[in-house]
């Protein structure tokens, strides 16, 4: 069962208002239509995530377009997993993330990014992060 959550469709959403702004007359683009319809009800029913299959085809190729445009790897080239860390103290992926991230989904791996992100526990998120990214390393979307 793969889900998007609620914030990858907000996230996708600013993308294409960014992208293709609203024309005369405040139209919505056919990909902030396609995501806005699945924002809405999912609102409206209360629900933070929504299974995959059931965005609709445009939905879909909108969100996917969305995420070609993010990181693909929470990896920041200090690999514990190689050490026989369960859990890798850089990115915070498990081993078996590690090792399967090319076989993931986008929607696999954005959970990843999610459930990662909000541990915020790995190096990625802490100072090493900041001195990584002054020094060109990593950009400030990750």
Known sequence: MESIHLTDLEAAINHWRQRAPSGPGASLSPQVAALAEVYARMVYQRQDAVEARELGDAAMRAWLDWWETTPDTPCIAICSTSQGDEVCTGCGRSFDEVQHWLAYTPVQ??????????????????????????????????
């Open 109 to 142: 791996k954005r959970a990843v990014w999610r459930r990662i992100t909000a541990q915020g526990t790995a190096w990625r998120f802490n100072r090493y992060a900041e001195r990584a990214r002054s020094a060109g390393g990593i950009t400030s979307s990750e």
